[in-house]
């Protein structure tokens, strides 16, 4: 069973919001990541972390930003929400480690729809 | 850049038969493998976990894994229509690109009643 957490799981917002999607585990992982799914495609990574302090951008660019400043936190935030930013905002973490520890979970997701 | 790759499907089965999924990756020096299933409109939700070559069973799935070959796939038997989701295979490089899992782009599974 997957100890990680996303809230909202749903958020319907206007134009020019800022918005805030958090992520927690209880894992302890070092390692999280914010991926980015449209119905029916494939998953995007649009950030990571390897721990405190540490963030990288991922292979698609977003103009989200994030911030991990405790080990189980992982939050996203949306400066100025815009319609091209509807979408799936998955949340994930895992352990550093070879084979047999270093399984990826998922968290349930928070759908966002900006009008 | 390392590549994960899979049949998109659609990959139709009648109910009771053996669905077989398969995944390709480029990196040979990859040491960890998975396979997540993922219903429409959720999060993907690991099945199984794969390190060593041969075969691994978990009640009516069972990964294989050839590294000489690059090749890892993903048994099911018995097919339900509840297994009807898209299927992910993710592999773990080595060594120094080990910071993220390389995900396929998914085989959509129809297990037909």
Redesign the interface.
């Known amino acids: 069973e997957?100890d990680i957490y996303q809230t909202p799981r749903y958020l319907v917002i206007g134009t020019g919001k800022k918005i805030t999607l958090e992520c927690s585990q209880t894992m302890g992982h070092d390692?999280m990541?914010w991926y980015q799914q449209d119905?029916?495609m494939?998953?995007h990574?649009i950030h990571?972390s390897?721990g405190v302090n540490s963030t990288?951008k991922?292979d698609l660019s977003s103009e989200s930003t994030v911030s991990r400043i405790r080990t189980e936190h992982f939050p996203l935030t949306l400066e100025s929400a815009r319609p091209s930013h509807t979408s799936?905002y998955?949340c994930a973490s895992?352990n550093?480690g070879?084979?047999?520890t270093?399984?990826?979970?998922?968290?349930?997701?928070t759908?966002l729809t900006v009008l | 850049q390392k590549e994960v790759e899979q049949n998109s499907g659609p990959l139709s089965v009648p109910e009771g038969a053996i669905a077989s999924l398969n995944c390709t990756y480029s990196d040979r020096v990859s040491q960890s493998f998975f396979w997540y299933r993922q219903y429409s409109g959720k999060s993907p939700e690991l099945i199984m976990s794969i390190y060593s070559n041969g075969d691994k069973e978990d009640g009516r799935f069972t990964a294989q894994l050839n590294k000489a070959s690059q090749y890892v796939s993903l048994l099911i038997r018995d097919s339900q229509p509840s297994d009807s989701a898209t299927y992910l295979c993710a592999v773990n490089p080595f060594g120094g690109s080990n910071y993220k899992l390389t995900f396929g782009k998914g085989t959509l599974l129809t297990v037909n009643p």
């Open positions: 997957a390692k990541y119905p029916g494939e998953l990574l990571y390897y990288e991922g799936q998955l895992r550093s070879g084979p047999g270093d399984t990826q979970y998922f968290g349930p997701g759908r």
